[in-house]
């Protein structure tokens, strides 16, 4: 199952409506987690199930999902969202991720 | 609170070997599956092995798949990644992770260790 993720690099302002597109290939039903790494970090879990917010994520972060089409939306961003976002499936293996998507603080 | 914490990496010459270990902690390690995804340099994720909470059933990546050897020492609460026949393409970040069985996320992930095949 390939992952197609776009944009690849946005650049935003604080406050802006941000949106990151994931495609799947093929049906995974909703299973598909998003994940945040900061520059020298491991990955952070944000989403799972298209749209389950983990414990602890700012409520500004909501993902959702139409058909194979995936989307992770940051309602209002902010300076510390500054990262790369990821896309996985866990629907079987192998497991993969989409190419990420660099955030950038205008 | 959950750690995983990865030891073992370092530099290594191209057809060499290297074994990765990772320590856990905080949670009740034979209730999930550990894997290794790894990070190459300026690149993305890529998801390299997974095992069992028993350590029954194992998963590998093409990439890795007849070089790597994946394994898990419950009494110990550590995972182990067994890298053979390395190859400069094989220079990443590599990350320990674990999940629930079944289809499930990556809910906690370890810091990394280095690796680095060079001449």
């Known amino acids: 199952i390939q992952l197609t993720q776009s944009p690849s690099f946005l650049s935003a302002s604080v406050g802006d409506r941000v949106t990151i597109t994931c495609r799947a290939s093929?049906?995974?039903?909703?299973?598909l987690a998003w994940y945040q790494q900061k520059a020298g970090e491991a990955p952070k879990l944000l989403i799972y199930?298209?749209?389950t917010l983990e414990s602890g994520v700012p409520s500004r972060f909501s993902g959702s999902v139409s058909g194979t089409d995936f989307t992770l939306t940051i309602s209002s961003l902010q300076p510390e969202d500054l990262a790369t976002y990821y896309c996985q499936h866990y629907n079987t293996y192998p497991l993969t991720f989409g190419g990420g998507t660099t955030v950038e603080i205008k | 609170e959950v750690q995983l914490l990865e030891s073992g990496g370092g530099l290594v010459q191209p057809g060499g070997s290297l074994r990765l270990s990772c320590a856990a902690s905080?949670?009740?390690?034979?209730?999930?599956?550990l894997a290794w995804v790894r990070q190459a340099p300026g690149r993305g994720l890529e998801w390299v092995s997974s095992?069992?909470?028993?350590?029954?059933?194992?998963e590998y990546a093409d990439s890795v798949k007849g070089r790597f050897t994946i394994s898990r020492d419950n009494s110990q609460n550590t995972v182990f990644l067994q890298m053979n026949s390395l190859r400069a393409e094989d220079t990443a970040v590599y990350f320990c992770?674990?999940?629930?069985?079944?289809?499930?996320?990556?809910?906690?992930w370890g810091q990394g260790s280095l690796v680095t095949v060079s001449s």
């Open positions: 199930t298209a749209s």
């Open positions: 093929r049906a995974i039903s909703n299973d």
């Open positions: 095992i069992s909470h028993n350590g029954v059933n194992i």
């Open positions: 992770a674990k999940k629930y069985p079944k289809s499930s996320p990556f809910d906690h």
């Open positions: 905080g949670f009740t390690f034979t209730d999930y599956v």
